[in-house]
């Protein structure tokens, strides 16, 4: 059985703007959240919360688009 290690996500709207170009889906979702009136930095933390905490793949994505 494979643990998933635990990482400390902390949200960046900059970040979250990364994997959301990088990604079709996440970049479906945000443009249909934008489009029904929610602001681009809502749309981002409801991305990030419901879509890359406690997915590995996706926190592996999000983690790839750090600055620095």
Same mark, same amino acid.
Request: net charge negative; hydrophobic share 40%; with cysteine.
């Given at each position: ?26 970049? *479906? ?18 991305? *990030? ?20």
């Amino acid at each position: 059985m494979r643990r998933i290690q635990e990482v400390e996500l902390v949200f960046e709207e900059e970040q979250m703007r990364r994997i959301v170009m990088k990604d079709k889906y996440l970049k *479906f979702v945000y443009d249909d959240m934008v489009g029904k009136g929610r602001t681009e930095a809502d749309a981002l933390r409801i991305i *990030f919360n419901s879509n890359v905490i406690g997915d590995s793949v996706m926190i592996d994505l999000y983690e790839s688009c750090k600055t620095g």
